[in-house]
T-cell receptor
Framework: KAGVTQTPRYLIKTRGQQVTLSCSPI?????VSWYQQTPGQGLQFLFEYFSETQRNKGNFPGRFSGRQFSNSRSEMNVSTLELGDSALYLC????FGTGGPYEQYFGPGTRLTVT | SQQGEEDPQALSIQEGENATMNCSYKTSINNLQWYRQNSGRGLVHLILIRSNEREKHSGRLRVTLDTSKKSSSLLITASRAADTASYFCATDLWETSGSRLTFGEGTQLTVNP
C-alpha cells in the first residue's frame, strides 16, 4: 500500500497570507490527524477527522482549520499567517474501529516557512 | 503543552551497544506509543503498548510500561548507525471518540560506527 502523502512538501509564505496543506491517507484509513512540530513547542496535536467530521481539536487559534472529504483526504488551512506558524506540519492516518487503539502512520510532512 | 518528558534528551553510544530511553507522563492513558524521526522528516511508528500490558518486544526493540509510576522505557539492543534518530514517546487517551497523541520532547540518539 502507498503511504501517507502530503503536498506540498515545502512552502514559503508571507505574513498575513493564508495557506492550504493537503494530506492523502493510506487506502482504507478513515481517521486523519494533523500535528505541528516546532523546535520550541515540539509536536502538538491540531485536530483529528473521521468520516468528514472533526472529532478532536487541540489548543490552537481559530486561524487553524481543516476538513475531510468523502474519500478521507484531508486539508488543513491556516489563515492570516504569523511568523510563529513556521513549522513542520505532519499528517497521520489510522484505521479506526471498535477493535482499537491503532497506531498512526505519518506522512513526510510539509515544511512551512513564514517570512 | 507536552505531557511527557523524555530522558535523556540526548544519548551518544557506539555501534553494538544498547540504548535505553525513558519517558514519563502525567495523566492516565489508554496506550503509549513510541515513534522514530529521522532529521525533521515524518514519524515512523515503532511500538504500541496498551495500558494493561507491561512489556512488549519487536525485533531489537523492547518497551516496558509502568502505569503506577507513569513511565515507560524503550530499549534498543545491538544498536546500528542507522538507528541514529530522534525517538518520541506519545500517550494516547484513545476512546471511541478517537485518538489524540500527546508527545514527549524526544531523545536524540546518535550511534557512532
Amino acid at each position: 500500500k502507498a503511504g501517507v502523502t502530503q503536498t506540498p512538501r515545502y512552502l514559503i509564505k508571507t505574513r498575513g497570507q493564508q495557506v492550504t496543506l493537503s494530506c492523502s491517507p493510506i487506502s482504507g484509513h478513515r481517521s486523519v490527524s494533523w500535528y505541528q512540530q516546532t523546535p520550541g513547542q515540539g509536536l502538538q496535536f491540531l485536530f483529528e477527522y473521521f468520516s468528514e467530521t472533526q472529532r478532536n481539536k487541540g489548543n490552537f487559534p481559530g486561524r487553524f482549520s481543516g476538513r475531510q472529504f468523502s474519500n478521507s483526504r484531508s486539508e488543513m488551512n491556516v489563515s492570516t499567517l504569523e511568523l510563529g506558524d513556521s513549522a513542520l506540519y505532519l499528517c497521520a492516518s489510522s484505521l479506526f474501529g471498535t477493535g482499537g487503539p491503532y497506531e498512526q502512520y505519518f506522512g513526510p510532512g510539509t515544511r512551512l516557512t513564514v517570512t | 503543552s507536552q505531557q511527557g518528558e523524555e530522558d535523556p534528551q540526548a544519548l551518544s553510544i557506539q555501534e553494538g551497544e544498547n540504548a535505553t530511553m525513558n519517558c514519563s507522563y502525567k495523566t492516565s492513558i489508554n496506550n503509549l506509543q513510541w515513534y522514530r524521526q529521522n532529521s525533521g522528516r515524518g514519524l515512523v511508528h515503532l511500538i504500541l503498548i496498551r495500558s494493561n500490558e507491561r512489556e512488549k518486544h519487536s525485533g531489537r526493540l523492547r518497551v516496558t510500561l509502568d502505569t503506577s509510576k507513569k513511565s515507560s522505557s524503550l530499549l534498543i539492543t545491538a544498536s546500528r548507525a542507522a538507528d541514529t534518530a530522534s525517538y518520541f514517546c506519545a500517550t494516547d487517551l484513545w476512546e471511541t471518540s478517537g485518538s489524540r497523541l500527546t508527545f514527549g520532547e524526544g531523545t536524540q540518539l546518535t550511534v557512532n560506527p
